[in-house]
C-alpha cells in the first residue's frame, strides 16, 4: 500500500511526522464500530467533547521493529492492549477488545510499512493508541460516544551513539495521589508533571524522580519512566507501589534479569535515603528502553550510582538482552514477539 519513503535514517528524532495512514474507530450506541485506515491526521470531534474538559483519555504507546532478515515485529502489544484496557476502566470508558488493539495495531504497521527504519540503523517504528472520550457532553460524566485511533511514526534510537548516563532531581512534586491515576496511562498524570519536569530541565537536569505521595520517602517513578536499581549484592530492584504506571519495559527486565541475566529479581520499596545499596541505577521504558541514571540529586547532594559518565555492566547487559529480542537477534521467551 505504501510506497517508498524519503528519509534520512540516522537522521531520525523523535519528533512528529506524518504518515500515510492512521486507523480510527468509534464506539457509540453501547459498540465498537468496524475501524478503518484513513489519511487524514486531523480528528474532528465535538467542542464539548470529555477528552478536552475533563481529561477522560488514556494511551499506549509501542514498537514495531524491523529485523536482520527484513521482517517486522511488535513487542508485547497484548500487554499494551490489556493496560490500555485498564487505564479506560479507571476512567470510565469503554474497553477495546484485545484483538481489535492488535489488529489495529497491525494494519497500521503494514499501511506505513515504508517508514519502519531499516535493522541496523537503530530506528523503530513508534505506534500511538488513544482513546478519548468525545461527542455532545458537557456536564461532568462520562462521554457519550468515544474515538479509539492508532497512528505510528519513525523514531530514531533515543541515545544516537550508545547510552550516556543522565542525572536526575528529586521533584518537590506528586505526579498521583495515593489511590489516584497513577497506574493508569491517562494524559492528566502527564499535565500535572510538565511543570516539575521545566523546573528539573532549568535546573541543568534531565527529568524528575517522583517519590510515593503518601510519605516521600520512597521512589516511584523518573521522569516518565520506572526506576530500577542494582544492588551491590547483584539483584535487581524496581519499586512496588499502586501509583507507579506499571512499566511493559520494566517487567520484562524483571524477567530478564532473573532468567537471563540470573540475578535475583525483587519488586519492593526503594528508599530515598538508601541509595548506596545500588552500584548501578536506570530508568526504563518503551522510548529508550533503558536510560542509565548517573546521579539523582536529593536535598542539596548529588548521589552519584556506578558513574556520571560511564554506563554499568549490569546495565549494559540488559539493554542488550531487551534490545537484541525486540530486534530478533536474541531468543525471546515464549510469547513477547509477535510477527507482522
Ligand atoms: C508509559 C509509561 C512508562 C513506561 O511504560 P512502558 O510500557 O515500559 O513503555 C513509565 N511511566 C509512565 C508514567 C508512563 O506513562
New binding site residues.
Given amino acids: 500500500m505504501c510506497k517508498g519513503v524519503n528519509i534520512n535514517w540516522n537522521n531520525l528524532g523523535f519528533g512528529y511526522i506524518k504518515t500515510d495512514f492512521r486507523y480510527i474507530s468509534y464506539w457509540k450506541d453501547g459498540k465498537w464500530d468496524e475501524g478503518n485506515l484513513i489519511t487524514d491526521n486531523m480528528i474532528t470531534i465535538s467542542e464539548a467533547s470529555t477528552a478536552l474538559h475533563y481529561g477522560q483519555q488514556c494511551f ?3 514498537k514495531a521493529y524491523r529485523t536482520k532478515n527484513g521482517g517486522i515485529q511488535l513487542f508485547r502489544p497484548y ?2 492492549a490489556k ?1 490500555m484496557n485498564r487505564s479506560a476502566n479507571r476512567l470510565l470508558m469503554p474497553e477495546i477488545p484485545k484483538e481489535k488493539f492488535v489488529d489495529a495495531v497491525r494494519q497500521v504497521v503494514r499501511a506505513n510499512e515504508g517508514y519502519v527504519p531499516p535493522y541496523g540503523t537503530g530506528g523503530t517504528l513508534y505506534i500511538r493508541p488513544l482513546l478519548i472520550g468525545v461527542g455532545d457532553n458537557i456536564g461532568v460524566g462520562p462521554a457519550s460516544e468515544y474515538l479509539f485511533c492508532v497512528f505510528c511514526l519513525p523514531v530514531g534510537p533515543y541515545f544516537k551513539g550508545g547510552m550516556v548516563p543522565v542525572n536526575f532531581i528529586v521533584a518537590e512534586y506528586d ?1 498521583a495521589a495515593p489511590c489516584g491515576t ?1 497506574a493508569a ?1 491517562v494524559g492528566g ?2 499535565a500535572a ?1 510538565l511543570y516539575p519536569y521545566h523546573l528539573a530541565k532549568k535546573g541543568g537536569f534531565a527529568d524528575c524522580v517522583y517519590l510515593d505521595p503518601q510519605t516521600h520517602t520512597k521512589i516511584e ?1 523518573v ?4 526506576f530500577f536499581g542494582i544492588t551491590k549484592k547483584n539483584e535487581f530492584v524496581t519499586p512496588k507501589s499502586p501509583s ?7 517487567y ?1 527486565l524483571l524477567y530478564l534479569a532473573q532468567e537471563y541475566l540470573n540475578l535475583r529479581a525483587t519488586q519492593r520499596d526503594v528508599l530515598i535515603d538508601n541509595l548506596d545499596e545500588f552500584k548501578e541505577a536506570g530508568a ?4 529508550a528502553v533503558i536510560t542509565p541514571i548517573g546521579g539523582i540529586h536529593y536535598k542539596g547532594k548529588l548521589h552519584i550510582f556506578h558513574s556520571d559518565t560511564a554506563v554499568g555492566p549490569v546495565t549494559t547487559e540488559l539493554y542488550n538482552t531487551l534490545c537484541g529480542i525486540q530486534f530478533g537477534d536474541i531468543q525471546a521467551p515464549d510469547g513477547w514477539i509477535i510477527e507482522i
Fill in positions: 499506549e504507546g509501542l500487554e499494551n493496560r505526579r497513577g496511562k498524570n502527564y508533571s517513578e521522569g516518565s519512566a520506572n507507579i504506571l506499571p512499566s511493559i519495559t520494566k520484562s526504563c521504558g518503551t522510548a
